[in-house]
């Protein structure tokens, strides 16, 4: 059962991410990933929410919660992704967008990811 959760909620991740980060795209631009940034950012956010109140509440069940963490944010956020578009940008010669793509990615993503530890925490306690 745990296989069938990861590859639906893996499926319903990946068209979360085309959706969000087409979304942010049209609100935003192009100027940097902002797409990718936005889809990491609310993943890590997520993933640190999910897996902390997995960890302190039985309102998943471990299959559901494998689904969701393993498939929807494993198709959802998009790392490699990001990996491609930095690069693309060094090649470009956009030192200063790929810097600063780097260092909202790990930066926030980390920040977020602690954020959703922190909510879980408070309410699962």
């Given amino acids: 059962m745990q ?3 990861i590859a639906l909620f893996g499926a319903l991740g990946c068209l979360l991410r085309f959706f969000v980060s087409g979304w942010v795209y049209a609100l ?4 940097l990933p902002y797409g990718t940034l936005a889809v990491n950012v609310i993943g890590s956010l997520l993933l640190g929410l999910i897996m902390e109140g997995g960890l302190r509440s039985a309102l998943l069940p471990a299959d559901v919660r494998m689904g969701i963490t393993t498939g929807l944010m494993g198709g959802f ?8 578009e930095t690069i693309r940008l060094l090649e470009d010669g956009s030192f200063l967008a790929a810097g600063a ?5 790990v930066l926030v993503c980390i920040l977020f990811a602690g954020l ?4 879980a925490r408070h309410l699962y306690t």
């Fill in 28 to 31: 935003i631009g192009r100027g």
């Fill in 101 to 105: 793509n780097i260092l909202l990615n």
């Fill in 116 to 119: 959703g530890i922190f909510l």
């Fill in 77 to 84: 956020t998009t790392f490699s992704t990001f990996s491609y």
């Fill in 3 to 5: 296989l069938i959760y």
